[in-house]
């Protein structure tokens, strides 16, 4: 992998190219955002705004050719979203972990899943959404339309909670990269030790408590959704502490992956169960009252 890493770590238009075709393909748009992590964290904001610039003008021109206005969509996705990762890894870069970077990206895309619901022309989008999702859940009956309202009202959390689980992943992916030609590797102490700190779960459990008395489809009850995905994000770097420490069998690790990632009727409580874990962290410190055996946490990438 150090030779994959130093070939991207080569001329910008090779991560130019490459992300701008990866964006293309929705379930590599990770990796493209990776990509562009790669790039600003080994070389600096300036390459990364060059690189996700260009990638968006070479995602936007290829996707003109072929379904005309689509291009200029594709490319204004491509510049927000590989813009944003350019942001986070700039204050990694800064501030030398991950952990600001996952702070500011937790309450701004909270902020922005709020305010985006809240607003008049947010509940227009989220109507006009609903019979299609409606479908999506199994036709016209009543309690598909009923979900499709649900999911409906909860969409910009829904979305700007995607945003940010991508963008962690894209992080966490650009700094591994980086730590094969800048060694030690960072990527797996920083993820083990990830933490969003007493002040942002404290602003976490206001809009909790919020969300409780306000309409599901509210403001609130969007943001309480970005934040429950960040406490998620969390509670999976507290598993994966535990593991380390041999305090937590490597078998419950891929169980638990399991559990939240594949679409099952425990996939809600699983992903509830570690957001609890990592908003309990916040407060208790999980991952320094418990394990006691094994290397230490940073041990190993």
């Known amino acids: 992998m150090e030779r994959v890493a130093a070939w991207l770590g080569g001329p910008r238009h090779r991560v130019i190219l490459l992300a701008a075709a990866l964006f293309l393909v929705p379930l590599f748009m990770p990796l493209a955002a990776a990509l562009v992590a790669f790039a600003t964290l080994l070389k600096g904001p300036r390459e990364g705004v060059l690189a996700a610039v260009a990638a968006a003008l070479v ?167 970005v934040f429950v995905l960040a406490m998620t994000l969390q509670g999976f770097a507290v598993t994966h502490w535990l593991a380390v420490r041999h305090t937590l069998n490597r078998a419950w690790l891929v169980l638990v992956y399991a559990l939240v990632l594949l679409p099952t009727p425990l996939s809600p409580f699983a992903v509830m169960g570690m957001a609890a874990t990592g908003y309990m962290d916040n407060w208790l410190g999980l991952r320094r009252t418990t394990g006691t055996g094994g290397p230490p946490a940073g041990g190993d990438n």
């Open 59 to 225: 995602l936007a021109g290829v996707t003109a050719i072929q379904s005309g206005a689509q291009g200029l969509a594709m490319g204004l996705s491509a510049i927000v979203i590989l813009g944003a990762v350019v942001g986070a890894a700039s204050l990694v870069g800064r501030y030398g972990s991950l952990d600001f970077a996952f702070q500011a990206g937790t309450l701004v895309l909270g902020a922005l899943a709020g305010v985006f619901a809240a607003l008049p022309a947010g509940r227009e989008i989220a109507a006009q959404v609903a019979p299609e999702l409606a479908r999506a859940f199994g036709g016209g009956g009543p309690e598909a339309a009923q979900v499709g309202e649900l999911v409906a009202g909860l969409l910009f959390g829904l979305a700007f909670g995607g945003l940010l689980v991508s963008l962690f992943v894209a992080l966490l992916l650009g700094r591994w990269l980086e730590g094969l030609l800048r060694p030690p590797p960072r990527a797996g102490l920083e993820f083990r030790g990830l933490k969003a700190g007493r002040l942002v779960s404290l602003i976490i459990s206001v809009v909790f408590v919020g969300a409780l008395f306000t309409p599901a489809g509210g403001g609130l009850g969007n943001a309480a959704i």
